[in-house]
């Protein structure tokens, strides 16, 4: 018996010997993973660019959901947005990390944190950013060193009270919307294209009033059903630019105003045709000339007009709440048609900056053609104009 328990006592030991605790080594962790963390949103107090490339994996391995529509994938993609950082007109000003938790495997070569996180600045004076955002990601140790290898930025899902449908039709895929407040039920029509039954069908499941009928400008395919829907709501107020009712007499001429190969290209389809052939006639005058400031009334909520020229002489965009409806000013990765001589490309630029240096990143755009966006992926990924750069295409 005596004899059992030596052998036992040096077992014991052996094995203690051979796998020590695991708590030590990853409290010594800790401090480095935290540092990495921190130094990661850090460095922009100062623009030190070598320090945040140390705090991530360089290989297409990276990735990143931002909270907006886009993703980062790979290395190669991420160090893009250096110009934007690196700009002097970008400054970080808030950088507070909360409620930091931070785990690692057993093996002890991969973390993970989770975190709340304000990560704010100004561009060109302006403020920009996210605060109360959830930050969480995942680091591997790479020859010793610790590496954040994935990213997720989000915020917390509040119910917007801002309700849009939406309805493309029309030889130019023209998008109108139907934006609402859920609590009063008023309803605003954003340019009626060619057709927005699906929409007026709408104010009927939903028990909607509507309230106004809005012009972001006066091109053929943003108003080819408006007089047909004023007709059947003669008592809702009618919105647009009174700079585009001026222009209404050029919009008419379109075969001698737009450039030659478009005009060529439109007249080869009927259907083009007859939205071209728009009886300007037959537009009635605004009931509210619209202006910069104006904000109208949608219930509990307000729509904030801009005046955004550049794709016409009298474009306006309209902002509510976390959605903003620019018309053909901006669409998704590139700016409106430009092909002829009321368009601006001075204007464009000055109008879309505009609208990037006024609201958050997540701002959702709602274009006039495509699909929709957001403030923070034009500003870092429009192939004409971003935050930085300007690059008109042939």
């Known amino acids: 018996m005596i004899v059992l328990g030596i052998i036992a006592l040096i077992l014991g030991q052996a094995v ?38 140390s705090t991530l994996a360089q290989d297409e391995r990276l990735f990143i959901f931002n909270p907006t529509p886009d993703a980062t ?80 930025f989000s915020f917390a899902q509040v119910r917007d009270p801002v309700s849009v449908a939406l309805q493309t039709s029309g030889p130019f895929n023209v998008r109108s919307y139907l934006v609402w407040d859920d609590r009063s039920r008023e309803a605003a029509l954003i340019d009626p294209g060619s057709a927005v039954d699906e929409l007026l069908a709408t104010l009927d499941t939903k028990g909607l ?50 450039g030659a190969a478009s005009v060529a290209e439109w007249e080869k389809d009927a259907r083009t045709r007859a939205v071209m052939d728009c009886d300007y006639g037959k537009i009635p005058a605004p009931d509210l000339a619209l202006e910069e400031p104006q904000a109208l009334r949608l219930g509990n909520l307000a729509i904030q007009v801009l005046l955004t020229p550049g794709h016409s002489r009298g474009s306006v965009t309209f902002s509510v709440g976390r959605h903003l409806f ?60 971003t935050a930085t750069e300007l690059t008109w295409g042939q």
């Open 73 to 152: 994938v790979g290395w190669q993609q991420f160090v893009k947005g250096f110009d934007f950082w690196m700009d002097p007109r970008f400054k970080a000003t808030v950088l507070d990390i909360r409620e930091l938790r931070i785990d690692q495997s057993r093996s002890g070569d991969v973390a993970w944190w989770s975190c709340i996180l304000d990560d704010l600045g100004e561009w060109d004076g302006r403020p920009i950013g996210w605060k109360d955002t959830r930050w969480t990601g995942v680091l591997e140790r790479r020859d010793g060193t610790w590496r954040i290898v994935q990213m997720h």
């Open 326 to 385: 620019p018309g053909d000013l901006i669409l998704y990765h590139e700016t409106g048609f430009m092909d002829y001589p009321l368009a601006s490309r001075e204007q464009t630029v000055a109008s879309i900056r505009k609208l990037y240096a006024t609201f958050p990143d997540e701002t959702v755009l709602h274009a006039g053609h495509g699909e929709d966006s957001t403030i923070g992926t034009e500003k870092r990924q429009n192939r004409t104009v």
């Open 209 to 258: 009033k509507l309230t106004y009928i809005l012009l972001t400008h006066g091109h053929q395919d943003h108003l080819a059903s408006l007089a047909a829907v004023r007709a059947r709501f003669p008592g809702v107020l009618l919105g647009y630019s009174g700079q585009e009712r001026e222009d209404f007499s050029a919009y008419s001429g379109w075969r001698t105003l737009f």
């Open 16 to 53: 203690g010997a051979a796998a020590p605790p695991v708590e030590a080594p990853q409290k010594a962790d800790r401090v480095v993973i935290e540092k990495v963390i921190r130094d990661n949103i850090g460095w922009a107090l100062t623009k030190d660019r070598p320090l945040l490339e």
